[in-house]
Structure formats: structure tokens, C-alpha cells
């Protein structure tokens, strides 16, 4: 029947789409990542640091690019990975502690970097009592990953503040939300760098570092900074999230680098801006450097294999220039924490930071995912539940879509109510298909139905399918979200299976067996709605018609619970507003006439 056949077109598409989503997006490659960092190659023996000691060039610098090409970590005291362990690495410098409400850490004095630093309200697992997520690490640890701000002066102009400069402190300086701490530095050649490092108490750092030129020559001093990892981290491995080397640079827009992408080329630089950021992010995390805005930097992603392995977001500002007796000020903001979406648009509209909200990963249809999820984020603070809130989204959406689902629902019901005659033009014109197409588009048009309109309710879904998974998938507010009952992190799968009777049985099955509840009551919910239409009489639509609800529950079982929850509401609502329509329309259910069918015994002919 016409009706049937444009039914299942529009079906099977949405299949399609949602393969393609499960290859592209979804299927985590673990493969392809390497968990490990790469092995130590000429390794550096232990050199001790002075006081005084400055750069007289860019750490690392090549050909007069951004820091970081040099054969080993400038400045720092290389152990061989792993052979420290934090409490150790932390040790060997003198340290300023970090205390606010998000982070705790501290800031090695050794360059000035922040190397050491824990997220106080994010955790590893569900369990409160797991560890804290640990961002940045010494450089002397397997998975050292830092920040650092520093100067590249002339030769003329003496040393100036890089990576292996010891700054001075007062004693029992903590940095706090409160009070910033000052750090100095006098190069014995007329340059005197104090540094005053405040933080909020989210995620944001300020490094306002002023220059004074007491000599009697004119000096030229450039800023540098580095975000570094010594370990390529395991990723998810799919399309729909980046992970990686991130930045916006200017005109040239939202920059995204993967690690294999810098691998394969070692040195990405980009054209001088007056405005932008860098640095690296994780799927929830990120580290980043926002330069002076309105002064040139140029912006640089960099893999190195020089002596030790290495992934660097760096960039270099044009020199300043200091009169004799004069100085220059100047502000560097470094971002690392947690990527929370109102923080970082506070933080894009505060600081004025070109594009700062793009450490999102929206993608290219940003302008569904961020409605979706203020939406989302909306209700929660309404209603202290996301799961909830995702469900009331969902009758929203419906409430949105509610004239064109039932315009379609509507033609629907009157295509089955013309069915009998649809049966006429077929054995009045037989094999005559040119006289039968003619014949059905006549009888469309008089009785006012559109016989593709029961695509539309199933491809409407597919973009808000998308964005919702696209917000689950992606934001960290829904990062170890519950809902009810077993559901303790709807971003992850329904962690039950029915494999094993959902715990009953005291034995693991393999992921691929992992088919929860919620993946359950959602194709429980899609075979009802299947039903409500009449069996087609092609046996290879009839099998298609049969087997859908069990692939998309197994296809589904790997997806976030928070979005197969949705899926399962989203059936539930369409199936009450067909059946609805249907018997207002005079249009004959089919839900229990296919039910009885299945359970009839088959005749068999011999």
C-alpha cells in the first residue's frame, strides 16, 4: 500500500542515519589511541636550577616561532616518566599553594607555571569517594601536563623570566580568590619582572606581569605561553566530540588540531592575531592561554619528539619595547578547570575573549545543541532533575512540532480510511501502473491527503534526536547526572543487561549483551508504535517491519541512558497522540489486530 511504502522509506532512512551516527559518532576506536605515553629517548641527567637564570631566547624556540622545539623541557628537571611519584615531583621545587572553592594545587616557582592542580568538585567515577580529577601534573611525571607564562628578552637586554627562572616569593603567600600573590624576578641587567597572579573562584587565572627598565639602554621583550602534555591521553575516538589541540585565532576562526592530525604534521603555525586563544582540550576539561587582546601574538600547535614526547598549544607576542626608566604592563589570562557553560560564556562576555564559547564542542549545528541544552539546563533548575527535565523537554518539543505531527497523523488516518478505494484503482487499472499513479494522485487530491505525510513525524525527530544526544554526550552538567532507580549517570549507558536478569545472575556479560531496561522499554514503546499500522503485505517489508524494534534496542542499548530515555517517552507521547487522532478520524487502530496476528497459529499447507 502507498502509505506503507513511504512509512517505511522514511524508516529505513532514519536507520540509516542512525548506523551512520553509530559508525561515525559513536563506536569509541579504542585501537586507535595509545594509552601510554611514548617512551623517554635520550634522557637528560638532572641539572640543578639557580636563581637568576633567564632565556635569552624562546624555550625551545625555532626559527623564531612560539616556544617549545628545543631537545628537552627547558628549565626542567626531567625524570624519567613514572619514576616519581607526585607527592615527589611536587617536592623537589618551591611551590605558592592554590585554595579555592573549585581547584586545589600549587604553582612551582620554577617558571611560574602551574603544574599541580585538582578539581574539588569533579570526581573519576559516581562514587563520592573516588579521587578528584588531577589536570595538570610536574613535568617530571609520566603524565605531566601543564601551564606557563614566560618573557623572551634580546641578547642586549640580559636574560629575561622562561622556564628555567626560580622566582622569589614572600614566604607563606596562598593564592585564593582573595589574595592574588606577587612574584619578582631581577635579571642583574636593569630589568626588574614582578608578577602578580590572582585566580576566581572558578577556573581562570590572571598573569599581570609588569616590566621595569632601571638600565640605561632601551629594552626588548617579548611574551610567550605554553600549554604542554607529555602523554597523549585515551580519547573517545569519534566524530561528534573534539579532543585535542584547540584554539581561535583571529580571523581564521576556531582552530581544531587532533593528536594524530599534529603527529602527522609536527609544527602547525598560524598567522598573526589581534585576538583569539589556544590551548588543549579534553571531552569535560581543558587548559587554555588567552594572549593580551588587542596586541599581535602569533599562535602555534606543536608535536615534539625531541628527548621526550610532547603535544604543545603555544603562542608569541610581538616584542615591547622599554625606554630607560619606563615599563610596560602587561595581562595574560590562563584558563583550566572544567568546561561549564555558563563559566565560559561569563568568561567570553567578561574578558571579551573572541569565541571563548567554541571550547565547546556544539558542532556545526550549534544553533539546536545550545537552545537544547539552555532548555535542558533550564528545567533542571527548576525541577533538580535532568532526567525529568529531559522529559518535559520532550512534551515541549512535541507541544513545538504539535501542527505538523498532527497534520500528518491526520493524513494518516485518512489514507487508511481511503484504503478500499485505493484496492479499486488497483484491480480496475492491474498492470497499468502509469493509469494506477494517475488514478491515486486524483483520489489524493480529493479526499486532501498527502501520502508522504507520515514521513515528516519520524524525520522530525531525527534533528532533536541529534541535539539531545549531542548536549548528553558533550556537556559536563550532564557528567554523572542520575536520574531514578538504577540510572546513576545518564550520560553513560543503561549499565544494566538482561543477559544476566539485571544483576540477578552473578556474572558480567560483554558489552555487546549490555540491553538494560531503558533500552528495553524503548523498543517495547517503538514495536507498539509500529503496530499501529496495518503489516505490510511485501514479506520484505513485513520482516523489516518485524525486526526494527530489536535492532534499534540493541543499537540503542550503547547510547547515553539519558537519550534512549528520551527516545522511549518521545514513542510513548506519539503513540497516545496517533491512536488519539486515529479515533477521532473514524481511521481503524491496528495495534490489536496485529497483536492477536502474532500469536495466531500459522496454517500450513503440505
Not at 79 to 86: D, E, F, I, M, Q
Amino acid at each position: 500500500m502507498e502509505n506503507n511504502r513511504n512509512y517505511f522509506v522514511a524508516i529505513l532512512l532514519s536507520v540509516l542515519v542512525l548506523v551512520a551516527w553509530q559508525f561515525l559518532y559513536v563506536s569509541p576506536k579504542i585501537e586507535r589511541e595509545r594509552v601510554a605515553a611514548e617512551a623517554l629517548q635520550a634522557q637528560q641527567p638532572a641539572q640543578t636550577q639557580a636563581t637568576g637564570t633567564g632565556n635569552a631566547a624562546a624555550p625551545g624556540a625555532v626559527s623564531g616561532s612560539a616556544p617549545g622545539g628545543d631537545a628537552a623541557i627547558p628549565g626542567t628537571v626531567v625524570a624519567p616518566a613514572g619514576s616519581l611519584s607526585r607527592e615527589d615531583a611536587v617536592a623537589q621545587t618551591g611551590r605558592i599553594s592554590i585554595d579555592t572553592p573549585s581547584l586545589s594545587g600549587s604553582i612551582n616557582l620554577s617558571g611560574a607555571r602551574i603544574d599541580d592542580l585538582l578539581l574539588k568538585e569533579y570526581r573519576e567515577t559516581i562514587d563520592p569517594t573516588s579521587p578528584n580529577i588531577t589536570l595538570f601534573s610536574p613535568a617530571a611525571m609520566a603524565d605531566g601536563y601543564f601551564a606557563e607564562v614566560g618573557f623572551i628578552a634580546e641578547a642586549q637586554s640580559g636574560p629575561a623570566p622562561g622556564p628555567n627562572t626560580v622566582w622569589t616569593a614572600a614566604p607563606g603567600q596562598v593564592l585564593t580568590p582573595t589574595t592574588p600573590v606577587t612574584l619578582t624576578y631581577d635579571n642583574g641587567q636593569g630589568l626588574v619582572f614582578t608578577r602578580v597572579i590572582s585566580v576566581d573562584e572558578h577556573y581562570m587565572f590572571s598573569f599581570e606581569d609588569t616590566i621595569a627598565n632601571s638600565g640605561d639602554a632601551a629594552a626588548s621583550v617579548a611574551g610567550y605561553g605554553r600549554v604542554t602534555r607529555f602523554f597523549k591521553p585515551k580519547t573517545q575516538g569519534i566524530y561528534v566530540l573534539h579532543e585535542g589541540l584547540i584554539g581561535v585565532v583571529g580571523e581564521e576562526g576556531l582552530q581544531e588540531v587532533d593528536y594524530s592530525d599534529v603527529e602527522d604534521t609536527p609544527v602547525i603555525v598560524h598567522a598573526k592575531a589581534t585576538a583569539g586563544w589556544m590551548g588543549i582540550t579534553d571531552k569535560y576539561w581543558a587548559a587554555a592561554l588567552i594572549p593580551p587582546q588587542g596586541a599581535g601574538f602569533e599562535t602555534r600547535f606543536a608535536h615534539f619528539t625531541d628527548g621526550r614526547a610532547r603535544y604543545q598549544s603555544d603562542f608569541k607576542t610581538d616584542s615591547m619595547a622599554i625606554a630607560p626608566g619606563g615599563s610596560v604592563t602587561s595581562k595574560t589570562l590562563v584558563f583550566a578547570g572544567a568546561k561549564e557553560v555558563p563559566v565560559i560564556a561569563e568568561y567570553q562576555e567578561e574578558n571579551n575573549i573572541l569565541n571563548f564559547d567554541l571550547m565547546i564542542d556544539w558542532g556545526w549545528f550549534y544553533f539546536l545543541t545550545k537552545p537544547m541544552f539552555w532548555l535542558i539546563d533550564y528545567l533542571y533548575k527548576m525541577f533538580g532533575n535532568f532526567g525529568v527535565s529531559i522529559l518535559v523537554t520532550t512534551v515541549i518539543v512535541k507541544l513545538i512540532f504539535f501542527p505538523l505531527a498532527n497534520k500528518s497523523y491526520v493524513s494518516m488516518a485518512n489514507m487508511k480510511k481511503v484504503q478500499p478505494k485505493l484496492e479499486e484503482l488497483k484491480a480496475k487499472h492491474g498492470d497499468d501502473k502509469m493509469a494506477l499513479q494517475q488514478g491515486m494522485m486524483e483520489l489524493y487530491k480529493k479526499e486532501k491527503i498527502n501520502p508522504v505525510a507520515g514521513c515528516w513525524p519520524v524525520l522530525l525527530q531525527i534533528p532533536v534526536f541529534f541535539s539531545l544526544y549531542k548536549v548528553l554526550y558533550i556537556t559536563i552538567e550532564m557528567r554523572h547526572a542520575p536520574f531514578f532507580g538504577w540510572i546513576k549517570d545518564l550520560s553513560a549507558p543503561d549499565p544494566t543487561s538482561l543477559f544476566n536478569l539485571f544483576g540477578l545472575l552473578p556474572y558480567d556479560v560483554p558489552s555487546f549483551l549490555m540491553i538494560g531496561v531503558w533500552p528495553l522499554i524503548m523498543g517495547i514503546t517503538m514495536f507498539i508504535q509500529m503496530r499501529m499500522n496495518p503489516t505490510p503485505p511485501d514479506p520484505t517489508q513485513a520482516m523489516i517491519f518485524t525486526w526494527m524494534p530489536v535492532v534499534f534496542t540493541f543499537m540503542l542499548a550503547t547510547f547515553p541512558a539519558g537519550l534512549v530515555i528520551y527516545w522511549a517517552w518521545n514513542n510513548t507521547l506519539s503513540v497516545i497522540q496517533q491512536g488519539v487522532i486515529m479515533k477521532r478520524q473514524g481511521a481503524k487502530i491496528e495495534l490489536w489486530d496485529n497483536l492477536a496476528a502474532l500469536f495466531k497459529p500459522k496454517n500450513k499447507t503440505t
